[in-house]
């Protein structure tokens, strides 16, 4: 007997799959679209072909097919819908129903698979598979996107091969980038400790949750001489020009975006002349 995927849930599955076509299930009427698309597109047909010009009928089985639209999305398992409609949100989504009934974890075996070597999420492989298309249909000029991508992950390979341990990790452009992207959520980290030091040899310690003077310590407060900022401020930092004794207070925050654009533009220099070296081979 096969193994359904942990935490499976048929209404879940259909939810990601409106989701990554766009279709917000939480907005009004999006049921009423899905419905009308389904017999537009062929994939379901009216009862007779006098219904075909029975405005009544119409809507009557359009709603039909809305209210059961609604009433998927509740539903813990593909066995609780009939195997009709399990064909119909194959058709609709081109997903394998195998993905529906729990047994993959992405919508079909190729994600699953590409997925399970990458990482990469079902939107960023239709996004490459995307491209990959516009550079099949389009002869007139070269994918530059796809051309682009490729040469970073050359690039970044040939630094795994010299690293020869076996580590993918690179400090590569997307590493600097995703630390731009994330910048904003970045504060220095709490100090819940002192070190001190009360002769030439010897040193003191304590920390938060210590007793000092028959009292708890609750938070540690050490401020800079000139601009008082605690030592804990998480989205501050003193620092001192000892050319001119001048203090200043910096944004953590934009210390580390600046850090990480630093890096960005090291990386774009690298790999601009890593370009040049290539294009000189052909």
């Not at 190729?110 to 550079?135: F, P, Q, R, W, Y």
Request: some cysteine; charged content about 25%; glycine content about 4%.
């Amino acid at each position: 007997m096969r193994n359904k995927i942990p935490n499976y849930h048929f209404g879940k599955c259909l939810k990601y799959l409106y989701s990554i076509n766009e279709i917000d299930t939480s907005k009004r009427g999006w049921a009423d679209s899905v419905a009308s698309s389904l017999f537009d597109t062929g994939i379901l047909a009216y009862h007779s072909a006098n219904d075909v010009k029975n405005i009544d009928a119409r809507t009557k089985q359009k709603y039909s097919v809305k209210k059961s639209l609604q009433n998927h999305l509740a539903k813990n398992s593909a066995e609780e819908i009939s195997v009709q409609w399990l064909s119909v949100y194959c058709n609709y989504f081109d997903c394998s129903a195998d993905y529906l009934m729990g047994y993959i974890e992405k919508p079909t075996y190729a994600l699953t698979d590409i997925n399970e070597k990458t990482g990469l999420s079902v939107e960023a492989i239709t996004a490459l598979e995307l491209l990959k298309s516009d550079t099949e249909n389009i002869h007139l000029f070269h994918n530059i996107e796809l051309e682009t991508l490729d040469f970073v992950l050359k690039s970044i390979r040939k630094k795994q091969i010299l690293q020869k341990n076996g580590i993918g990790f690179t400090e590569s452009i997307f590493h600097f980038i995703g630390l731009y992207l994330c910048s904003g959520e970045i504060v220095k980290e709490r100090s819940d400790s002192i070190r001190y030091r009360y002769d030439d040899k010897h040193f003191g310690f304590f920390k938060v949750g210590d007793t000092i003077d028959n009292h708890i310590v609750q938070n540690i407060y050490a401020n800079y001489n000139d601009t008082k900022i605690n030592i804990n401020d998480l989205e501050k930092l003193s620092v001192l020009n000892v050319n001119n004794n001048q203090h200043y207070v910096l944004n953590i925050s934009r210390l580390f975006k600046a850090h990480a654009f630093d890096g960005i533009q090291e990386k774009l220099i690298e790999l601009s002349d890593e370009w040049k070296k290539e294009s000189h081979k052909d």
